[in-house]
């Protein structure tokens, strides 16, 4: 079965860097995916990567891809208060995303 | 444009009421979904249109009830639905029906069943 994993919580002051990690147990997933979802919202897609590359920078994000280990990362440079929400990785199983449980970021001023 | 949109943003219901939520997207995606969230739990998928033809249904109750109008529509349709339906349900969509085709997400409706 699939199974997608992250830690719950974390938290950073405004202007570190933060790091969200995700384990993922499909190795046939094609891309995988981070999304945002702040309080009372719906989940915004910010980045996603296709399996046969190791890393993709955009802007203040990062994802690194470690395929042999089946891990995720994402890091947010310069930390800011407005990105405190939770965020998930999904990874697609057939038809349908499999999405972890999600990593609450809290920005401390 | 990759927007999804979704009404209403809340609603209340009765367990004897009959409402429809509904998703609507101009983006000339192929498959749409409906996924429940409940509280700091990550999305569950519940059904998947693909082509405007139901292809997937996660055993979710008769009390819900999806529909597919045309391409850029769909409906959810509610009945007789219990306090523990209370949920965000979100509405979602993508170029095409196939696993590795990104998903975007509208902005949900927020249902409370009294």
């Known amino acids: 079965g699939e199974d997608v994993e992250q830690s719950l919580f974390l938290s950073v002051r405004e202007g570190d860097s933060s790091v969200i990690n995700c384990t993922y147990t499909d190795s046939s997933s094609t891309y995988l995916y981070w999304y945002k979802q702040e309080p009372g919202a719906g989940l915004q897609l910010l980045t996603y990567i296709f399996s046969n590359m190791d890393m993709k920078q955009d802007q203040r994000l990062t994802v690194l891809l470690n395929k042999k280990d089946k891990h995720l990362s994402l890091r947010i440079a310069d930390t800011q208060t407005g990105d405190s929400a939770i965020y998930f990785c999904?990874?697609?199983?057939?038809?349908?995303?499999?999405f972890g449980p999600g990593t609450r970021l809290s920005v401390l001023p | 444009d990759t927007e999804v949109t979704q009404t209403p943003k809340h609603l209340v219901m009765g367990m004897t009421n009959k409402k429809s939520l509904k998703c609507e997207q101009h983006m000339g995606h192929r498959a749409m979904y409906w996924y429940k969230q409940k509280a700091k739990k990550p999305p569950e998928l519940m059904f998947v249109y693909s082509y405007e033809k139901l292809s997937i249904n996660e055993s979710v109750p008769s009390r819900f009830s999806p529909e597919c109008p045309n391409s850029s529509l769909l409906n959810l349709h509610l009945h007789a639905l219990q306090p523990e339906d209370s949920a965000l349900y979100l509405c979602?969509?993508?170029?095409?029906?196939?696993?590795?085709?990104?998903?975007?997400f509208g902005p949900g409706t927020r249902l409370l069943v009294l």
């Open positions: 979602a969509s993508s170029r095409g029906p196939g696993g590795s085709e990104t998903q975007y």
């Open positions: 999904a990874e697609n199983y057939g038809q349908n995303f499999v």
